[in-house]
């Protein structure tokens, strides 16, 4: 059971970061076009739908990965500042009452939405001639899977941490404010070090 | 069991907010649009349980988009609910304002990882040693600086916190002061432009991004120089709360080179001249003489080409129809702004970035032409497509253009059309006006004054600011300038922006590992991992913004279903409320959602209440998010939540307490408010730089 519960965590977080680096394909596509407009004079027709495309992959498909990392953001106020077996319980219950629902919903419903393109071949009408669109609709049902099969590893989470009374770990990953690493990056001095003045 | 304090505050909040609830819902009469308020002010109290907002936001609103859509046709209800939520879905995927978000991000995440901000901050200390409360100033420009191109206020703050506040407790700085410069200054990013926040107000609100951009730049700036205001006042008030520093501090140690030279006169720029055929290096000497006279060079040559803009011969060419065309578009006070103006004649950006002020007679005169049009300026009209700009003849932009533009635009076009575009018709060079003489004996004046006191201490700070602050400063500016002026898309401009600081970071690792034996392949390894990280970041970042949205705008539609939104206006408008004061009352509001919510909560989910009301007061909703985006700043140093207290709290030494931290920010706080006010009686300070640059 947890060695299947770590193995989905573990996809979740490879899919989320194998498609992160569409971030670099962005810009650099972003960049060249925008050398090829105005340097080269030849503007390409199919840029903004590619555009538009990679950047509702990268989110969509970082969903899962975030939220294996728990980086969506809470409301802070009282959260924070509970014991681990009441935030668990109250994050059970909201994972049943919101989280299950919409993201079934969501996952359902990008189904057919995506299948109905591909039903009718559908292409892009922002520029004539646009790039297939059902690749880029298929996200969603997709997303919504990832989404779906991550929420259920973080309800398992949430029974440990209520038999248990502390939350299970979570894997490390590259975090925004990493002081260990920051501190290395500035040459920072042992803070403990600095004496309180004298009053 | 006791309840502990933090607790109280949350619990009373959420108390409060349910019992409201109660006792004003009609029970017995109880109408779809109040299912839509009860929703609301559930989803507040679910927001403060701590679930991630984003599935509150989607559950309930599956729910309740479902409810209001069984209350029309029970057979239906489920497949409308489910095409209206992967229909919001879907517009957030294909949204072109968003996406400038994870572009901005990782810009951010580069730019931090380029670690240049130690020298940035020991640079600006270095440079402002007399300034009373130096290293809380330099701290405050610091972080504004830093903050602005990053956007990240936790890096922000948690890096000042271990560079910045060490200094200064050292140096006998009061706590509570460093606490809060650095921890005010941190959140300056959430304001100045290029921020995310914005974005997500312009994409809620309709609002053009770039308006929005150039709008928040001066009260960005403002806010800035309020708080080094209130620092240099309180350190002449209270010296003993910011000490200056020590002479040991202060000192810059002059090279080898510059400290023989300086045996010889302080003056560097003479020392340097006099430096020849001393037996030194004559190409090290001619070297300090070059970075000495940069200041000289980068004047001239922008006085030159501003010169040489305005002067040039009368030009009867293509862009004189585009001009025209843009120049009556914009008199006829269209919303579209004129896209046509600029762009076509990409020569004359330098001109636009020089001096903006020029365009607004450009564009506000549109009968210049007939006067020969001196100035074919217009580069930056406030072009939000490039598309539209790439079109080169004005036969061309012509039928884009209303009806209006179109007769004077043929007229221009037909004139064109005799020769090709490249084609000129010179004319004797004109006069430069009176004002360009004057800013430039006002430049003349500065750099004479600057070579006076070019001391060799004085050479090696600005040697040093050439390395860190520089280079940032044209990074933010050439992102920024390129989007407020028109000459490309947020979008494209972050894509340059993440690109520069991918360069940034790629030049800051190279100069730092110099020495080591093979420096570029260390170089590409290192620059690999931070794209590496930074990419991993973006992804989580955008992640967590962009799948919010998703959340709100399925719960807003379903508010919008309920008819929340019909109760709510017909609730306010009923209050009979002026404009002013339903101004103060939404600022307010906001003020206080600030506690406990999120920026990000609060922008995306009573953003779409809010701004359907701003017609019915006469309310400019640009005016209405840079008040919004100001009042923000507040909700991140507002205890009990605020996060930059607990990133400081975090680096900070043992003895500062956290309620230390508190009591620095509430000053801070208050200058917010008043920056708030004053920007709400002057509302100029943000509307100036639009109304020139877009004609608003």
């Not at chain 1, 004539?128 to 259920?152: R, S, T, W």
């Not at chain 1, 939350?167 to 490390?172: F, I, L, N, V």
């Not at chain 2, 931090?112 to 901050?121: G, N, T």
């Not at chain 2, 120049?327 to 076509?344: D, I, T, V």
Request: charged content about 15%.
């Amino acid at each position: 059971m947890q060695k299947l519960l770590l193995s989905i965590d573990r996809l979740s977080t490879w899919v989320g970061q194998a498609f992160s680096w569409v971030i670099v394909l962005l810009t650099l596509h972003i960049s060249w076009e925008v050398f090829s407009r105005y340097v080269l004079n030849n503007p390409r027709a199919w840029a903004f739908d590619v555009m538009i495309m990679m950047y509702g992959t990268l989110f969509m498909m970082a969903g899962a990965y975030t939220l294996s990392k728990n980086g969506h953001v809470r409301g802070d106020v009282l959260y924070s500042f509970f014991k681990p077996r009441t935030q668990a319980t109250l994050d059970l219950i909201l994972y049943f009452l919101f989280f299950i629902p919409g993201v079934i919903a969501l996952t359902f419903a990008g189904w057919e939405y995506a299948a109905d393109s591909l039903r009718i071949n559908e292409h892009s009408n922002i520029t004539a001639d646009g790039p297939p669109v059902y690749p880029f609709k298929m996200i969603i049902p997709l997303a919504g899977a990832f989404l779906l099969a991550q929420g259920i590893v973080e309800i398992v989470r949430c029974v440990i941490c209520i038999r248990q009374g502390e939350w299970p770990s979570r894997e490390q990953d590259v975090e925004e404010v990493d002081v260990e690493k920051l501190k290395v990056m500035v040459h920072a001095e042992d803070i403990n070090a600095i004496a309180e003045p004298r009053k | 069991m006791t309840i502990r304090k933090e607790l109280w505050f949350g619990f009373s909040l959420m108390a409060v907010i349910i019992l409201v609830t109660v006792i004003f819902m009609p029970w017995s009469t109880m109408t779809s649009g109040h299912l839509g308020l009860l929703m609301l002010s559930l989803v507040v109290v679910a927001i403060m349980l701590g679930f991630p907002t984003a599935f509150t936001l989607m559950g309930m609103g599956v729910f309740f988009a479902w409810l209001s859509y069984r209350g029309v046709n029970p057979d239906v209800a489920v497949k409308h609910t489910l095409d209206l939520m992967v229909q919001r879905t879907y517009a957030v995927m294909s949204n072109d304002v968003l996406i400038a978000i994870p572009l901005f991000v990782f810009m951010g995440y580069l730019v931090e990882r380029a670690a240049l901000i130690e020298k940035l901050f020991k640079s600006l200390h270095l440079a402002m040693a007399r300034v009373p409360g130096s290293l809380a100033v330099a701290t405050i420009v610091t972080c504004a600086i830093f903050a602005t191109a990053t956007g990240i206020v936790g890096a922000v703050v948690t890096l000042m916190g271990l560079l910045a506040y060490p200094a200064m407790l050292k140096a006998g700085y009061n706590a509570k002061v460093g606490a809060g410069a650095i921890t005010a200054g941190g959140c300056l990013g959430i304001l100045i432009p290029p921020s995310v926040l914005l974005i997500v107000y312009g994409a809620t609100a309709g609002v053009s991004v770039v308006q929005l951009y150039a709008g928040a730049f001066f009260p960005g700036l403002m806010l800035a120089a309020l708080y080094v205001g209130y620092i240099i006042v309180l350190a002449l008030i209270k010296p003993e709360l910011m000490p200056p520093l020590p002479e040991a501090e202060r000192k810059v140690v002059l090279p080898p080179l510059a400290a023989a030279l300086a045996a010889r006169g302080r003056n560097a720029l003479t020392g340097l001249m006099g430096g020849f055929g001393t037996g030194r290096s004559g190409s090290a000497v001619l070297g300090q003489l070059l970075i000495s006279l940069a200041p000289l060079v980068v004047v001239v040559s922008l006085l030159g080409t501003v010169y040489y803009s305005l002067t040039s011969p009368v030009v009867v060419d293509d862009t004189a129809g585009l001009v025209q065309a843009g120049g009556s578009f914009a008199a006829e006070e269209n919303e579209r702004k004129p896209e046509a103006g600029g762009l076509a004649e990409p020569k004359e950006e330098s001109t636009g970035l020089a001096e903006p002020k020029e365009e607004s007679t450009g564009l506000a005169e549109p009968k210049a032409e007939s006067s020969g049009l001196t100035e074919p300026k217009g580069a930056g009209g406030g072009s939000t497509e490039p598309k539209a700009n790439a079109s080169p003849p004005a036969s061309a932009a012509a039928p884009g253009t209303a009806s209006v533009a179109a007769k004077s635009a043929a007229a221009a076009s037909a004139k064109a059309a005799d020769k090709p575009a490249a084609a000129v018709v010179a004319g004797p060079r004109v006069d430069a006006p009176l004002w360009f003489w004057w800013v430039a004996g006002g430049f003349v004046l500065a750099l004479a004054l600057l070579y006076w006191l070019w001391t060799w201490e004085r050479l090696e700070i600005f040697k040093m600011l050439l390395g860190s602050f520089f280079p940032l400063a044209v990074l933010i500016l050439a992102v920024l300038g390129s989007i407020v002026f028109g000459l490309s898309t947020p979008t494209d401009a972050a894509a340059g922006g993440a690109f520069g600081g991918c360069l940034l970071a790629a030049a800051y690792r190279y100069m730092a590992l110099r020495k080591a034996p093979s420096p570029i392949g260390a170089t590409v390894r290192e620059l690999g991992g931070i794209i590496k990280e930074s990419s991993f970041l973006t992804a989580k970042t955008s992640a967590m913004v962009c799948w919010l949205f998703v959340g709100s705008s399925i719960f807003s539609a379903a508010f919008a279903l309920l008819g929340g939104q019909e109760l709510v206006e017909k609730w306010v408008l009923s209050l009979g409320l002026t404009p002013i004061q339903f101004m103060i009352l939404a600022q307010f509001i906001i003020f206080i959602l600030g506690w406990p919510l999120e920026w990000t909560e609060i922008i995306v989910i009573f953003m779409p209440i809010f701004i359907p009301l701003l017609p019915k007061f006469g309310i400019d909703p640009l005016f209405f998010g840079l008040l919004v985006a100001l009042n923000l700043q507040t909700a991140f140093l507002s205890p009990p939540v605020a996060m930059a207290a607990f990133y400081l709290k975090g680096v900070s030494p043992p003895h500062v307490t956290l309620n230390a931290i508190f009591a620095g920010m509430m000053p801070f706080m208050g200058i917010q408010v008043v920056a708030l006010i004053l920007l709400y009686v002057f509302p100029e300070i943000g509307l100036w730089l639009p109304k020139v640059l877009y004609g608003r």
